[in-house]
Each structure stands twice: as structure tokens, then as C-alpha cells.
């Protein structure tokens, strides 16, 4: 794996792309939205995550976060993954959801390729860390992703979007507490 894309301080503050395997829309229905919703605060409260910023997208997740003592980011990301995998697929099998079949062969597909002994693989390995070492990377990085469902034509102004902390950073209250960076 690249240099590039490795957390080298594990206390300082990132941008983080969490993906869901081949990009599939899965992140669609408020359910498995909550899902993310529900994990970010628990690893916010219970395993010292600092969540900046963050978007939900339909198949992948941008944040800006950092983690403090006794956790290191990478550990609480890759337990965010693991726990949010099996909540995920325990409602998709659950919902009326038309794709099901199709999602479920492919996340199957997926975990056939490695050797972890899981049925189903949701999210690629990884998560892109970008550290944030200047004042201008965070406002690009917090534009970005403020921006995100206004490009996708899913809201016109960022802070309609129910599940970011655009809301937040316009004066509001959102569907996270998150600490402001500005």
C-alpha cells in the first residue's frame, strides 16, 4: 500500500474516504444511514473519535476526524467497518429492498476474494487518510464535503442535506455533534 495513504500521526487530524466495495448505492434508505449515523456516535462517545466534519453519501462516507488516547484512528475506523459490515447486511437481508439479491452477490464476491472468513465484504479496505496540515487543506476538505450533495444534485444549499455536518457548520444543529473547525 502507498506511503501516500498511511495514518503517519495517529493523533492529528484527517480527511477520511470510507467506500463501500465497487461504489454500490447502498447507503440509500434512512435505515442504513442510521446504521452509520448510530456508529459514528458511539465511536464519537465510547472510543474518542473526533468527528469534524462528515458526509453519508449512497456508497461511500467522507469525515474529518481525528482520535485521541487509548484508540488510534486507524484501530477505531477499522471497528467502525467491522461493526457497520454486520449491521448493514443484517438489514438489508431484513428490508423489502429490490437490489438485495444483486448487492448481497456482489459483497459476497467480494469476500470470497480474501481470506477473513467472512460471508460478506461491504467496504474496501482502507479508508484514505489525508492529514490535515494547514488551515487552507481544511477548508478545501470541509467545502468538499459540504459541497458533496449539492453536486449530486441531491439538495440545493449544503446544510439541507439531513446527513452531513453542513447544518452544523451554518449555525444549526445536526444530525451529529460534531467540534467546529472554523
Known amino acids: 500500500m502507498s506511503e501516500k495513504f498511511k495514518v503517519a500521526n495517529i493523533r492529528s487530524i484527517h480527511f477520511l474516504t470510507i467506500t463501500i466495495i465497487d461504489w454500490v448505492d ?13 456508529s459514528l456516535e458511539y465511536c464519537r462517545k465510547d472510543k474518542s473519535l473526533r468527528i469534524y466534519a462528515f458526509v453519508i453519501m449512497t456508497s461511500h462516507i467522507h469525515l474529518i476526524a481525528s482520535s485521541d488516547e487509548p484508540f488510534s484512528l486507524p484501530e477505531t475506523i477499522r471497528d467502525f467497518k ?14 423489502p429492498e429490490s437490489r438485495k439479491v444483486w448487492i448481497l ?18 467496504w474496501k479496505d482502507g479508508f484514505h487518510p489525508v492529514e490535515l496540515d494547514s ?15 449539492v453536486k449530486e444534485e441531491i439538495v440545493k444549499f449544503p446544510e439541507q442535506y439531513l446527513y452531513s455536518s453542513a447544518l452544523n457548520y451554518s449555525g444549526g444543529k445536526g444530525i451529529i455533534d460534531v467540534e467546529l473547525l472554523i
Open 26 to 38: 447502498l447507503l440509500t434508505r434512512p435505515e442504513y444511514k442510521h446504521i452509520i449515523i448510530e
Open 82 to 95: 467491522k461493526f457497520t459490515s454486520k449491521r448493514l447486511i443484517e438489514k438489508l437481508i431484513e428490508l
Open 105 to 122: 452477490k456482489k459483497f459476497s464476491f467480494a469476500a470470497d476474494r480474501i481470506e477473513r472468513g467472512v460471508n460478506y465484504k461491504v
Open 135 to 149: 488551515n487552507k487543506l481544511i477548508d478545501e476538505k470541509l467545502d468538499y464535503i459540504h459541497n458533496n450533495p
